[in-house]
């Protein structure tokens, strides 16, 4: 703690450090936001489980959804997240153009994914199944992928707002680039548990 | 803020998730016992969804407290999952009993 922080202290201000994330208080919120979130998608799946375990006629979900259409938009995610890193990269040199490049590319890998999830979701409605229509396999599969595209779709207004504001972001102070991709990340990470136990197994 | 740490080599883990992901289909598709196919599949999750969070989310680089927060949801989810599933392991075991 620097001697001002000390002094701040003691004089009954709030400290302007953290001792776990030591970058910004944002960042420490971000990541308790994370993990609360971490455990509605916890619920979700182990809910999902639990059915689909105790289900003794569930489809073999390839045979129902198409897999090689997810895993394009798999792919798609895990680019996205490369380019999120790289945005951060980029503005840590000071290099703000290369930080709306690669910002840009993550909102339109974003957007991209959730056009694709728009069209599966409307073929699985208009010839597959609805939410009621195919039992407990129908149910779990719309709220748990509709859960995840509105993470999705709220990472891609986020996003969109930093990019707006990039122009305040430098070399020094670039702390909300990081915690946005801590956000992105997360969902990036949620849906290859998705991908894997929704669409593979 | 300085940092500390070099940058990890970013490309380097979009190479291990992509080849993850080729290797998961591969598994999905492949002619094996149910069982192994399932354990496979959660491991390769398992690893990518670590990779992210370790490399990513800089986890590894950040003080060990915030690991521990990470990791909190998951170990209550095991617990969760303790605690709800003899149900229904017990409903199996009754509908294989009565046949």
Known sequence: ?201 | MDTTHAEPNYMGIFYWLFGLTVAELAVAYMPIPKGLMVAALVGLAFVKATLVAMYFMHLKFEKRILAVIAVTPPVLLVMFLFITYPDTAWRLFTQWAAH
Not at chain 1, 49 to 71: E, M, N, Q
Not at chain 1, 87 to 116: H, N, V
Request: charged share 10%; with cysteine.
């Open chain 1, 1 to 201: 703690m620097s001697q001002a922080a000390v002094l701040d202290h003691t004089l009954g201000v709030e400290p302007a450090e953290t001792p776990l994330t030591p970058e910004s208080w944002g960042k420490l919120g971000m990541w308790l936001f994370l993990a609360g979130d971490a455990m509605s998608f916890g619920g979700l799946i182990a809910g999902y489980a639990a059915l689909r375990i105790g289900d003794p006629v569930w489809p073999v979900p390839s045979t129902v959804l198409g897999v090689p259409f997810t895993a394009v938009m798999t792919f798609l995610l895990i680019c996205s997240s490369v380019t999120m890193v790289k945005a951060l990269e980029a503005i840590k040199r000071g290099d703000q153009a290369g930080l709306r490049r690669f910002l840009g590319l993550t909102i339109l890998g974003g957007a991209c994914f959730l056009g694709m999830q728009a069209r599966e979701w409307t073929h699985l409605i208009e010839h597959v199944m609805t939410l009621t229509s195919k039992g407990l396999f129908g149910a779990t599969f719309f709220v748990l992928t509709g859960f995840h595209g509105c993470h999705v779709f709220s990472g891609v207004v986020y996003l969109s707002c930093i990019f707006a504001n990039s122009a305040a972001y430098s070399k020094e102070d670039h702390n909300p680039v990081e915690i946005v991709g801590l956000y992105w990340h997360f969902v990036d990470l949620v849906w290859i548990l998705i991908f894997t136990f929704v669409y593979l197994i």
